[in-house]
């Protein structure tokens, strides 16, 4: 995992943890806050509500006994002035008579005057004056002897303002935010606190993962706790040492078989050079012997030379593999040193030459000879004619095609083609050779490096038939050993 999408996931858990510390810290103190505001509030309203009826009942009945009824409109006044004080407006109606003091229409609703005539005392919450309050209504009853009340018609309003109990509220309603917002905060704070306390390991293991893939075997992480982040931790280290273990001793296990093939080729070295000076003897006398003496000859002479061709491939594979392969970087005509390669194979004749003059540069002859003698054989062994190689010239490579017209390769097979000892009997009619041709050619382009680029070789099919191969080595290639090869 790279910095970038390791940030992505440290921050999105952070945010995960934050979101869902402030979501559950909002959720409870919106609950709770909103359930004491609106509590709190029933609570003054119906106790400043109570208040002012029970101070009203008091004022009422001191307005007993009644006298003289029906009122006049001066009784009336007197009733609505008795009524009234400082805070509170009060309104005695008489059937379709008032006081000079009154409330408005607009401040007793039919259903509150309605309430007040059935003998019931109620009230309302309207705006008075832009300001919170209460208007309460009741009914004077005219007590006979025998204890039953008759309606005098006289009815009674006064408002009072809620002002005070508002303002309460409001105090109230501000507390309620402030410890919302407190609580929001804490939310926050231990939010960031728990992400710290479990991303800190998070972030341990990634750092050492990163440095594991990076190829540092060593590496482990502290184990803190007994949670299940110390139980990763734990898996983490675990597997670290048994990667560690099983990568050394793979490494171990290259590196003997890496010595074992450098060692066997230069050991066979000495018997293929007399072996070869025996087949070449037999190849002058070839002409002189005469059935199976001449073919077992001829036999002898072909194996001694592919014998040595291989081993001479297993050399080169193993200064690849010791890093011991290096360039002896030279000035080229590459168009010359592609027909030379042709020439001193026989291969002018049977291949489709496209040149172009005065294409120059840097790298190394010897290799571009390997590679190319490689690619050309190879087309024309498995493939079919005509047989192509052009040259392209870019501002800072050279490009080398190599076509054919065969069956092309098998897109399975596609991805392994340059690996070592690879034989792709199945893509083509028939195969020879050790299977290490492409791979040397592919290691011998890789060699050719301009600063961080390195030249390449691939193949694919091409549309009309035919597999295609491309080198692509820099114009100005530098000297130097090659890195240790990644097969």
Do not use: C
């Amino acid at each position: 995992m790279n910095r970038r999408r390791w940030a992505g996931l440290h921050w999105g858990l952070r945010g995960r943890l934050l979101v869902a510390f402030v979501l559950l810290g909002a959720i409870t103190a919106a609950g709770v806050a909103g359930g004491i505001y609106v509590q709190a509030s029933n609570v003054i309203l119906q106790k400043a509500q109570d208040t002012a009826v029970v101070e009203l009942t008091g004022q009422v009945e001191e307005l007993f006994p009644l006298h003289d009824l029906p009122p006049s409109q001066v009784r009336l006044d007197e009733i609505a002035d008795s009524l009234s004080d400082r805070d509170d407006t009060a309104m005695a109606v008489y059937g379709d008579r008032a006081s000079r003091r009154s409330l408005g229409p607009a401040m007793i609703s039919p259903e509150l005057r309605q309430a007040v005539r059935d003998g019931r005392v109620a009230w309302q919450r309207v705006s008075y004056w832009g300001e919170p309050a209460v208007v309460i209504g009741t009914r004077l009853d005219l007590t006979h002897p025998n204890g039953s009340p008759t309606p005098s018609g006289l009815e009674v309003f006064t408002v009072r303002s809620l002002l005070p109990e508002q303002q309460s509220i409001n105090r109230l309603a501000s507390m309620a935010a402030l410890t919302g917002g407190l609580s929001l905060v804490l939310a926050m704070v231990l939010a960031l606190l728990a992400a710290n306390g479990v991303l800190r390991p998070v972030r341990e293991l990634g750092r050492g993962a990163k440095r594991l893939g990076e190829g540092q075997l060593a590496t482990r992480v502290e184990v803190r706790g007994a949670d299940e982040l110390a139980d990763v931790a734990t898996t983490f280290n675990e597997t670290a040492a048994s990667l560690e273990r099983h990568v050394g001793e793979l490494r171990r296990m290259e590196a003997d078989a890496r010595r074992f093939v450098a060692d066997v080729s230069h050991e066979l070295r000495t018997p293929l050079a007399a072996m070869t000076a025996v087949a070449d003897v037999l190849d002058e006398e070839a002409a002189g012997l005469t059935g199976d003496v001449a073919t077992a000859a001829g036999l002898v002479s072909q194996e001694t030379r592919n014998l040595t061709r291989l081993v001479n491939d297993l050399v080169e594979v193993s200064r690849f593999d010791s890093g011991a392969a290096a360039l002896a970087l030279d000035d080229v005509d590459v168009a010359a040193a592609v027909r030379a390669t042709l020439r001193s194979r026989g291969w002018v004749d049977q291949v489709e030459l496209d040149l172009p003059r005065d294409v120059r540069a840097r790298l190394d002859p010897r290799r571009l000879d390997v590679i190319v003698a490689n690619l050309v054989g190879n087309a024309l062994r498995h493939g079919a004619p005509p047989v192509t190689v052009r040259l392209r010239a870019e501002p800072a490579w050279i490009i080398v095609e190599v076509g054919d017209r065969g069956p092309g390769v098998d897109e399975q097979i596609l991805p392994h083609v340059f690996s070592r000892f690879f034989k792709a009997d199945t893509a083509r009619a028939r195969s020879a050779g050790s299977g290490l041709g492409l791979a040397i050619a592919w290691e011998n382009a890789r060699l050719h490096q301009d600063g961080a680029h390195r030249g390449s070789l691939v193949v694919a099919n091409r549309p009309d038939g035919g597999a295609l191969f491309t080198l692509s080595l820099p114009r100005d290639a530098r000297a130097g050993a090659a890195p240790e090869s990644a097969r």
